[in-house]
């Protein structure tokens, strides 16, 4: 069998049993690049035959996800194509064309254990001491009477041939993989209820689909050996659409403690942290990093400059780990890299609903946000960064208060900037506003800037660190400035 294609086609194919998982978000970023790379078509596929656990909500987040971190289709369920359906739901006749091909030519055949029959089978392997179970063919006599009870609804399952040996083939990732197909035994490929198993769908679908390329996790290097052999009969009847595709099985994704990404080690799916405020190109920049290196070594970048740097054999062997503080240093690059307005309207849905905007016209709005952005991480901190800009009073009885406001120094400063700054200050603009503080700074040695800076900023935001102290008494306006400087020295008179 070819591993060669006429032309690149790969595909994602989750299953709609959970919001897009982070793992998978990454598999299906790498078969993007790589099509888009090699001017190929990305497919997306939705693996829905487990319908106790498939729901649609799943589907849609799936849809969303994708698309909120820049990844579009070719083909898929929702823009059709002309290798559809594109999900296995509407594919079954498929499956049961093939199942039954392979069972007229002897290849697979009908068993009709029941579930706790092979339960009970597994359990006496293990008690007998067999480390590796393998499913037990009936003899003869044991099938026949099988067959005679009209209750046993048969699945079909592939016979191994007895002497296949070791499955071979050339991973475009690890190299060359070996793995003893004689540890699989006897595969279910459709189950009772006529829906496929997973090895056997995946199949038939890259077949018919004309998958070139499958790159996914490590985790299904175990499935090589079925899939193979299934590739194998089919070829050997002349069923085989398509030519087998290459593999490539990329690390899987690590938490920092190399243990399994999980929910306890915070949120997974790439829903999730687009609510809490990740920018989906900053999470996207970020996830291709996660087991490839562009060789220009340029981090930051976008999809199509990744896709043109993209190859397969420079992924990473071992596994990638998810670091959130690089995450958050992404995050906060591409958030210093917008325009003030493009800031402004994806930053305002995450302001509380609580604040009072209507207070502040819309260019004061972009001044206010674009003021603080610096020292943001993620977009869900807008709100407690600029809380005190709609609060009326923000001096807390803090540790941190204390220690700047309830001093003789930081009491001198307010006041002087009560008696000198305030009724000369300019509050036309910003920059007015720059110009007389610098004096006032100026005035105040041989204090440091800091020193005259924390009392002022701590009486007028509650904090020690915040926007530009100029804007921030721009936008504050003279009213609130003077009120808030008053309420503070007030504060600490009646503290004394």
Known sequence: MSFVPNSVRVRIAPSPTGNLHVGTARTALFNYLFAKGQGGTFILRVEDSDQERSKEAYVHNIFDSLRAIGIEWDEGPDVGGPKGPYSQMKRLPLYQEYANKLVDAGLAYKAYETSEELTAQREAAVQSGEQDYKYQRPTPEVLAEQQANPTRQPSIRFAVPADRGHVVYQDLVRGEVSIDSNLAGDFVILKSDGTPTYNFAVVIDDMLMEISHVIRGEDHISNMPRQIMLYEALDSLNLLKSPMPAFAHVGMILAPDRSKLSKRHGATAVSDFVAQGYLPEAFCNYMALLGWSPPEGKEIATLDGFARQFK?????????????????????????????????????????????????????????????????????????????????????????????????????????????????????????????????????????????????????????????LSKTLYILGTDRVKDRIASARQRVVSSS
């Open 312 to 468: 397969l054999e420079k992924i990473a062997h071992s596994p990638a780990i998810f670091e959130r503080d690089k995450l958050n240093w992404f995050n906060g690059q591409y958030i210093r890299q917008m325009t003030p307005d493009t800031f402004f309207a994806i930053a305002k849905p995450f302001l509380s609903a609580e604040f009072d905007l209507a207070q502040y016209d819309k260019p004061t709005l972009v001044m206010m946000l674009d003021a603080v952005r610096n020292n943001l991480t993620t977009l869900s901190d807008i709100s407690e960064t600029v809380d005190y800009f709609f609060k009326t009073d923000v001096v807390q009885n803090s540790e941190m208060v204390q220690s700047v406001l309830m001093t003789e120094e930081g009491q001198n400063v307010l006041a002087t900037f009560e008696r000198d700054f305030l009724p000369k200050a300019d509050f036309s603009s910003p920059e007015a506003l720059a110009t007389t503080m610098k004096d006032f700074i100026e005035s105040q040695k041989p204090l440091k800037t800091k020193a005259v800076m924390w009392p002022i900023r701590v009486a007028l935001s509650g904090r020690t660190h915040g926007a530009d």
